[in-house]
């Protein structure tokens, strides 16, 4: 799996667009990026992910460079109930493609 | 929304105890997963289990474990003879699998493991 680089912690006023950045310097070109949250102590949430192009959902947008080796998942507006710890995982599909390895991510800490 | 099930919430046990955790997946998953995280720690993957076997498992999930599909909706952990480093709170997951799918996966609440 490839390495990804994520800032331990980072602070953002509520109402605020987050960004959390994201480095995957190593990425083969079958491997998607993915994002996944965990608040408290629950279990990992799904939020975004992408190949190559911008992904925009509900929760947030996926930006990501074109020579792909870094990524920035931008919340547009950040509530307090958006702390939680952010993790980029980047992952092939394929045989076992689900498997993920979650690293320590990015701790968001939103605030009033 | 359909969402992946745990049972126990909490369990506390004994040194040298068996622990059974549970799980119901999303009822039209195919793969099955179970994690864990010692508190202050990263998540860390245990096991992947698909078509009624093991497809993948870490250095972390040896003889003590085991899982099981009994009955075609519940997924189990089992650890045979608890020690207190399994501490930690275990995470069920599940996903589609199917190929050209978005490889997402759907993780339940956990149940947290306390050894003492």
């Known amino acids: 799996d490839a390495k990804t680089t994520q800032p331990t912690s980072m602070d953002c006023a509520e109402g605020r667009a987050a960004n959390l950045p994201c480095n995957h310097s190593?990425?083969?070109?079958?491997?998607?990026v993915y994002w996944y949250r965990q608040i408290h102590s629950q279990g990992p949430q799904y939020i975004i992910h992408?190949?190559?192009n911008n992904e925009t959902n509900e929760m947030a947008s996926l930006i990501i460079t074109e020579d792909r080796k870094s990524s920035t998942l931008i919340l547009p507006h950040a509530t307090l109930r958006d702390t939680a710890v952010y993790y980029c995982?980047?992952?092939?599909?394929?045989?076992?493609?689900?498997?993920?390895?979650f690293g320590s991510g990015t701790k968001l800490n939103v605030k009033p | 929304e359909p969402e992946v099930t745990q049972t126990p919430s909490h369990q506390v046990t004994q040194m040298g105890q068996e622990v059974i955790l549970r799980c119901v997946p999303i009822?039209?998953?195919?793969?099955f997963y179970w994690y864990r995280q010692i508190l202050g720690q990263k998540v860390e993957f245990l096991v992947s289990?698909?078509?009624?076997?093991?497809?993948?498992k870490s250095e972390i999930f040896d003889d003590q474990f085991s899982v099981e599909r009994p009955d075609g909706s519940n997924f189990t952990l089992k650890i045979r003879s608890t020690k207190l480093e399994d501490s930690a709170m275990y995470f069920c997951?599940?996903?589609?699998?199917?190929?050209?799918?978005?490889?997402?996966?759907?993780f339940g609440e956990g149940s947290r493991l306390t050894v003492l």
């Open positions: 997951a599940s996903s589609t699998g199917l190929a050209g799918g978005t490889g997402e996966l759907f």
């Open positions: 190593t990425i083969s070109g079958n491997e998607y």
């Open positions: 992408g190949l190559k």
């Open positions: 995982i980047v992952r092939a599909l394929g045989y076992n493609f689900n498997k993920f390895y």
């Open positions: 009822s039209n998953h195919l793969y």
């Open positions: 289990f698909y078509n009624n076997e093991i497809s993948e």
